[in-house]
């Protein structure tokens, strides 16, 4: 999963039947998580914003890997 550049890679856990995920590339941890594959791409893109948001509020680069 792909947005602003930024890689989702996530995981299914079958005992919470939830989607769990975690921007890759980014020195910071960021998840997200959805019940479906469309819930779980707009979590993804929103963490992704508010990942971008933060930065920019503690006027830091958003560094990748």
Do not use: N
Not at 13 to 25: L, P
Not at 41 to 53: G, H, I, P, R
Request: proline share 2%; aromatic share 14%.
């Amino acid at each position: 999963m792909e947005y602003k550049g930024y890689t989702g890679r996530m995981e299914y856990i079958e005992e919470a039947k939830i989607f769990h995920g975690e921007i890759g590339g980014i020195r910071d941890v960021v998840t997200f998580q959805g019940k479906s594959v469309e819930e779980l791409q707009q979590a993804f893109q929103d963490s992704v914003e508010e990942y971008l948001a933060i930065c920019k509020e503690r006027g830091k680069f958003p560094f990748t890997l």
